[in-house]
Every structure is written in structure tokens, then in C-alpha cells.
């Protein structure tokens, strides 16, 4: 049987790659999703060409065929979520109902981003001199290149896409090289909403061969990224070198505290929920718990009992808390990750080793380890994986420490029953979204998502934060 070939979006036109790649199913490595197409340079280049042609009249152009055109594709996103959070969950591994879950956030992110076409506003300001007046006002940014990783194959291609287009930029998308199936149905969407050719620009294909002349391009006017914190900063530099604005979403270490006076089911669900649903791979998932001495064992043995309970299995079927490993190469880097904190003497008490199912693929049992330190490198590398290590601390005032005892600064939770403890926390976690009594993943698509430290750089994605990275400010003088 042939596979469907599936091709980049240039210009409005479906075009030929210069190679393809399978898309294969982590749950099912026999099932591949077709073949997809990989850009080469000429075809990056006429991408960047089409956005560059299509900006002067796209960023003039009139705010409501702009929010229709939104509105448009988010309806259709929320109309085929079944379908395609099915595609979602074959091609990256999350349940089907979180596959559902992601898609319908895509859906809400350009709905969202419909109605903020028409909120712009700017500033009138009475001058120093008399007789003048000044006006702020936003503007596009112009041509920009948006980058992005394998774990949200759709939600993460939208939130970057919605508002680069609402605020009237134009386009190119590059998809992770692993999961272009969820990328595409998004740009054959955004392809008969109405957008003029040339305004959005889909490539497919590999970060070395695609992203790194994407960034460097002379015709990219700025760079959205999320991904990994090596070729972030590796990004950042190319930037800094050419003077293009960039954004960077990066990795996490997120801390879980779990205080004495927590409620303890409360406290193991939410555990468990942020550290392994997702299979581990949400950049929001915490994989540190900070754990009390007077909770401790109880929260153990809670835990234990929990994740004895989960279900691993084909992302596809009914009923799976959490599906396969992404990647061979992920999977071997989580199991790698298990053996390294057991070398640096943590104890695993729980899963940690490869599992057959009834397809071939990449399933792994969720790991926990015990009797770990800030310094292991297991708490302090980013596994991305379903590993989740253990460190027990006497009070409050250690946890805290310790939940800021790391390179990175996403997301951060407590679990308590204390204002006094939760009111801190939330003041003095350096992290950019803190979490009472909720999983450290999981959050609203309109409102600011971000982190500090080595997690992000840039500004706030998101919400309608999104401005400031995707315009940038004119002052005018008006004289009389
Ligand atoms: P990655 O850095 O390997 O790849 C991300 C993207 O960059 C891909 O599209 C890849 O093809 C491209 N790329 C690779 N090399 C490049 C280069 N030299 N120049 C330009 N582009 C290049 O990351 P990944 O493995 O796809 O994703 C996992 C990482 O993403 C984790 O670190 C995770 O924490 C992070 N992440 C962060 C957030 C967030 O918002 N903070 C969200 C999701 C994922």
C-alpha cells in the first residue's frame, strides 16, 4: 500500500519537497501516517520571498476580513477535534483524549486571537511642547519565522500562528520534524480560510537543514521558538549577531511542593497527573517533587499505590492514562536518565524500564526515585520523559529553596492547605506561573504563559501579551 504524500504550503500552492520522511506511530511503529514532505533551502527561500510579497498589503489590509479569516479556522480546528486530536495522539503518542484536549485549545487560541484583531489600541498623549500631540501605536513586525517542537504538534504551531497573524504579519512555519501531520492539517485549514497566498508558508524538515537557514534568513524580520535550551541559545546568539527580535520557550525542571499539611489525595493526584500524563513530555510537567518529612512515607506509599494503578498503553485505545515514549531516541534518553540517577545513587521504587504492549512501541513505566539531591543531574537536566525523582526536605522554608534550586524557571506548585505557606510560595517561586493545589502543566490559552531563568527568554507568549513580541511600538508627533 502507497502511503498519502503531503506536501509544503509556499506561496498558496502545495509544493513538491525535496525529500520526504515517514510520519510513524509511536504507539505502532508498523502504522506510518504518510510521507512528508522536507523543504530544501531554495524552497525556505521562496517561502520567505511569498511572505515578504504578501506583508505591505496583508499588515494594511482590513482588520475584519482578518478576524473573520480567524475565526474561521479556529470553528474548523473545534469542529474536527475528534479527527484530529486522533491524528494528534497517532503521531505523537498523547491519549486520544488529550490529543482531543490539545486541538481544542488550538481551536480556542484562534477564536481568541479573531476578537483581539479588533482590540488593538494605541495611546494619545498630550505632548511637552504646546501644539503637539503625540500618538503610540502598535505595528507588525513583519516576515516571521516560527519554530517549534515535537510535544504539542498543534497547539503550539497555533498560539505562535494566531498572533503573528492577527497583529498583521505574515508567516513561515516550521513544524518538529517528528510530528508534521497535526502542522499540516492546521496550514490546509489556514489555506482555504481566506488568508491571501503568501501570508502563511508552511516548511517541513529537519532544524539543521530548515531552522537553521529559517533564522538567518536577511528576509525573517524576527523568530518565534519553543524547543530546547541548546538550540535556544544557539538561537539567540544568530540573532543577536543579525539584531532580529526573538522569542524563546524553552525547557523545565518544575518543582512540585508537597507540604505536611497538604491533602494528601489531592496532593498524589496532582503528582501524578503533572509528572506523567503526557507521557512526561509537557515542558510544564513536574518532575522534582519536594516532599516534607512529616507527609512523607504516607505520600509515598500513596504514590506508589497510584501509579501502580496506571494504565500504559496505545495512545488510540480506550481507557489509556498515558501513552508511549515520542521517540526511540527520547525513549533511550529517558531510560538513560533512570540509570544515571541510580548511578548517582537514587532509589527507583517505581517503573523505569521498557514495556511490550500489544503493538510495538515505544512504552515506558513511569519512574520514581528516591533519596535524591539537588545537585544529581537527574535534578537538574530537563528528561522529558516520565521520570520523576523525589527529594524529602524539613519545612517550608527548605522546600522553597529547593523548588528554586535549579537553571530553569517555568512553571512551579505547591500542595497545601496553608494561606500563609500558598501566599508565600506564590510571592517567592521563581518560576513565571505558579500553581496552588493544581498540577504544575495545564493552563489557560488566554493569558500570558512563560517562564524565567534558562526557561525563557523574550516576551510573554500568549494572551494578549502576545503584542508585545508580535508588534513593535511607533511614537508619532503631531504638530499643528
Ligand atoms: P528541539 O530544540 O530539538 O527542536 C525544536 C525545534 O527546533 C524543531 O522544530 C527543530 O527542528 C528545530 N531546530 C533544531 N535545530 C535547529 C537549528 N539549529 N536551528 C533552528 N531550528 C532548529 O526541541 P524538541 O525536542 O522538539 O522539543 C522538546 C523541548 O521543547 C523540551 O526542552 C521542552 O521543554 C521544550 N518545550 C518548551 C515549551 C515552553 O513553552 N517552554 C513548550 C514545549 C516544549
Known amino acids: 500500500m502507497t502511503t498519502q504524500k503531503f506536501d509544503n504550503l509556499i506561496n498558496g500552492q502545495w509544493i513538491a519537497g525535496a ?17 512528508y514532505a522536507q523543504a530544501d533551502a531554495a524552497q525556505l527561500d521562496s517561502a520567505v520571498k511569498a511572505a515578504q510579497t504578501a506583508f505591505p498589503a496583508w499588515s494594511t489590509g482590513n482588520i475584519q476580513a482578518r478576524a473573520d479569516a ?4 479556529g470553528t474548523e480546528v473545534l469542529a474536527r477535534r475528534e479527527e484530529l486530536g486522533t491524528l494528534l495522539a497517532r503521531e505523537e503518542g498523547k491519549t486520544r483524549p488529550e490529543g482531543i484536549g490539545e486541538v481544542t485549545r488550538a481551536g480556542n ?10 482590540r488593538l489600541t494605541g495611546e494619545i498623549v498630550p505632548s511637552v511642547r504646546s501644539g503637539i500631540s503625540v500618538e503610540i ?14 510535544n504539542f504538534p498543534i497547539a503550539i504551531p497555533a498560539w505562535k500562528t494566531a498572533p503573528a497573524l492577527a497583529y498583521g504579519n505574515c508567516v513561515v512555519l516550521k513544524p518538529a520534524d517528528l510530528v508534521p501531520g497535526c502542522a499540516w492539517a492546521l496550514a490546509e485549514i489556514i489555506s482555504r480560510s481566506g488568508i491571501p497566498a503568501g501570508v502563511f508558508n508552511l516548511v517541513m524538515g ?8 529559517l533564522v538567518n534568513h536577511p528576509g525573517i524580520d524576527a523568530i518565534s521558538f519553543t524547543g530546547s535550551q541548546g538550540v535556544g541559545n544557539r538561537i539567540a546568539q544568530q540573532c543577536a549577531l543579525k539584531l532580529k527580535k526573538v522569542q524563546l520557550e524553552m525547557g523545565g525542571k518544575n518543582p512540585q511542593v508537597i507540604l505536611d499539611d497538604a491533602d494528601l489525595a489531592q496532593a498524589v493526584e496532582l503528582s501524578v ?9 509537557r515542558c510544564t510537567a513536574s518532575s522534582r517533587l519536594i516532599v516534607t518529612d512529616g507527609i512523607y512515607p504516607r505520600f509515598l506509599d500513596a504514590m506508589k499505590q497510584r501509579m501502580a494503578g496506571l494504565k500504559i498503553g496505545d495512545a488510540l485505545a480506550a481507557g489509556i492514562d498515558i501513552g508511549p515514549v515520542s521517540s526511540k531516541a527520547q525513549l533511550e534518553q529517558d531510560l538513560s536518565y533512570v540509570q544515571i540517577g541510580q548511578a548517582e545513587g537514587a532509589v527507583l521504587v517505581a517503573g523505569g ?8 512501541g515505544f512504552y515506558m513505566a513511569p519512574a520514581l526515585l528516591t533519596d535524591t539531591t539537588a545537585a544529581m543531574r537527574i535534578n537538574r537536566e530537563e528528561v522529558f520523559g516520565p521520570v520523576a525523582s523525589v527529594i524529602r526536605v524539613k519545612g517550608y522554608e527548605e522546600a522553597l529553596a529547593e523548588a528554586n534550586n535549579t537553571p530553569f524557571g517555568l512553571s512551579a506548585g505547591i500542595a497545601t492547605t496553608s494561606l500563609k505557606y500558598a501566599t508565600h510560595f506564590k510571592r517567592h517561586s521563581q518560576a513565571g506561573m505558579v500553581m496552588v493545589n493544581l498540577p504544575t502543566a495545564g493552563v489557560d490559552y488566554h ?4 517562564g524565567r531563568k534558562g526557561s525563557s527568554y523574550g516576551s510573554r507568549e500568549q494572551g494578549r501579551y502576545a503584542q508585545e513580541f508580535f508588534t513593535t511600538v511607533k511614537t508619532a508627533y503631531i504638530g499643528s
Open 273 to 281: 497527573q503533572s509528572a506523567f500524563f503526557s507521557t512526561g513530555q
Open 447 to 450: 493569558v500570558p504563559f512563560g
Open 206 to 213: 529537519r532544524g539543521s537543514v530548515i531552522g537553521d537557514p
Open 109 to 118: 487560541i484562534f477564536k481568541f486571537f479573531a476578537g483581539e484583531c479588533l
Open 353 to 360: 524500564q521498557r514495556l511490550q504492549c500489544s503493538t510495538d
Open 70 to 73: 480567524l475565526d474561521k479556522i
Open 19 to 35: 525529500s520526504y520522511t515517514p510520519n510513524i506511530n509511536p504507539s505502532n511503529l508498523a502504522d506510518v501516517i504518510g510521507d
Open 137 to 150: 501605536t502598535r505595528e507588525p513586525m513583519g516576515v516571521i519565522g516560527l519554530i517549534t517542537p515535537w
